[in-house]
């Protein structure tokens, strides 16, 4: 297993990756407890991810290219799955989200599932809020979530181009 920190506008990012996959994207440096198994390189898959994760920033892409693999239970994966389809600058509920997957009954453990997701950004649990259209918890924080929320709608209403400024 790989890893790599590195400074961006939201602050420092450390992304891993196993055999070509990237596994987790953290904010802020992973504890040295967990980096006993991992080695710090910038592979190609984790350049590639940052490469991406740059771009996004910028406003520069909407949709991510990359090998992932979440580790998590059968749930959290198609819960991470219905993730992974909501579009740029548009976001779901919890109720939204498990009805999707068959119960609307199922929010809490929705959330719950939400709250593991190992990959932020890349599968895109920032876009999801309470039924009341209020933010809640992100791992890098609710300042962190609608700075992402508020980005991608500018982007919706402005577009970039590469090359632009």
Known sequence: MNYYTKQTVFGLITITEDRGFITSLNFGNLTSKKLLTHKNVLSEPIAQAFFQLDEYLLGLRKDFDLPLNPK???FQQKVWSC????????TRTYKEIAEQI?????????GNANNKNPIPIFIPCHRVI?????????????????????L?????????????G
């Open 130 to 150: 309470g039924s009341d259209g209020c933010l809640t918890g992100y791992a890098g924080g609710l300042e962190l979530k609608q700075q992402l929320l508020n």
């Open 152 to 164: 991608e709608k500018l982007n919706n209403q402005f577009p970039r181009q590469i090359g632009e």
């Open 83 to 90: 993730l992974y389809k909501i579009p740029y600058g548009e």
């Open 72 to 74: 998590g239970t059968s």
């Open 102 to 110: 068959g119960d609307e009954n199922f929010c809490r453990a929705v």
